[in-house]
């Protein structure tokens, strides 16, 4: 072999390892990529499962007079007793929970086709058409203050008057006559 097949060769070789290296780092950080997307989606899915055990476990103390209480909760505030207002005190942490659920699908998933301000409106509205519900915002403890992302969102958010409950009540009258 003349110096210049050596050369060659070895050119070659040191082409061919430089290439290896670069493949196995480029696999290593794909590797790497997949065990951060795999661990982020993991830990959302345990803070979602979190919040879905507090829920369902908040809403079994609604019993099966839910109903009952929302109704006296829109026309006759003040007559709740006791137990009704635990009841009230519970469905509307339901409500700042599934807020909070939703911004969670939203930021730590990868769901951000929609606005989750937009997708937390529904539950936003269901817990200030309430007069309960607007003075529980602003008196309890901990949900005055919000909750993480949603402190500004809920200091902020404006009230639609179309979703009182006598609006509630129109929308669900029947126009039959007896």
Known sequence: MTDDNIQRRNHIELWVQLFTAVALALGLLMVWVELQQTRQANLTELEQLRV???IQE???IFGEDLALVLE???FEPAQL???ERLILHNFFEVQVLQMF???LLNTLGDY???PWERLARHHAQRLLSFP???TWLTTHPYYSDGIGPLKEYLKNFKRDEAYSCENVLRWTASKLSS
């Open 58 to 60: 908040r809403s079994l």
């Open 132 to 134: 309960p519900g607007r």
């Open 52 to 54: 879905e055990t507090t």
């Open 101 to 103: 659920r939703i911004y």
């Open 81 to 83: 007793s006791r137990a």
């Open 72 to 74: 006296t909760a829109c």
């Open 112 to 114: 951000n086709d929609t």
